[in-house]
Each structure stands twice: as structure tokens, then as C-alpha cells.
């Protein structure tokens, strides 16, 4: 029930300062501990380990990439006449497709 809310429009979250996405990550991690029931001597990382559950940061960009590479692909004519950038530009560093490059 958390992650569709917390994945929201996740493709605009990857531009997001560090700290939001770290305070998303904790609430996943306490949620997490709650529902595997783990006391509170057991590293995070074991639990996401053990349930193979990826960190928020890893789950956005995976979702991220998806989301532009439907874009390049897409045949949409509002959508082909949007200009093209260089993420790696540096003029283009706060951009959201940006943070798939750090």
C-alpha cells in the first residue's frame, strides 16, 4: 500500500534534494521492520537484503528510466515536438532525466 504513494510522479522525484528522498527511504525502512516484525539490532540493509527490496533511490530510477525511454520511443506528436537537452549539460543538472546520469 506504501510504495504506489510513495512512488507518485517518482521521475521528478529523482531531482528531489537528498534529504527527501532520504526521509521516503525511512519511512520504508520503519514500515519494513514493522512488517518483517525484525527487532531493532538488525541492520536495514540485512532486511532489505533478505526480502530483495530495493532502496527507494534504486527503485525510482528504475521506474525513471522506463518512463523516458517510453518517451524516446514514443510516436506522439506533442510529445516529438518537445525540444531534446543534454542531461549532462551543465546548464541541465536540476532537470529530473539529469539524476539518471549522478
Not at 531531482?15 to 528522498?21: P, V
Not at 510516436?75 to 532525466?97: E, G, K, Q, V, W
Request: hydrophobic letters at 40%; a positive charge.
Amino acid at each position: 500500500m506504501l510504495r504506489p504513494l510513495i512512488s507518485y510522479a517518482c521521475p521528478v522525484w529523482l531531482a528531489a534534494a537528498n534529504r527527501c528522498i532520504l526521509s521516503l527511504e525511512s519511512v520504508q525502512n520503519i514500515t519494513v521492520r514493522r512488517i518483517a516484525r525484525m527487532p531493532w539490532f538488525i541492520r536495514k540493509e540485512n532486511i532489505r537484503w533478505d526480502l530483495d527490496l530495493p532502496t527507494i533511490r534504486e527503485y525510482y530510477k528504475k521506474i525513471a528510466k522506463k518512463f523516458y525511454r517510453k518517451i524516446d520511443t514514443s510516436t506522439n506528436t506533442a510529445i516529438l515536438s518537445i525540444p531534446t537537452y543534454d542531461p549532462r549539460s551543465y546548464r541541465n543538472r536540476r532537470r529530473p532525466r539529469a539524476a539518471l546520469h549522478r
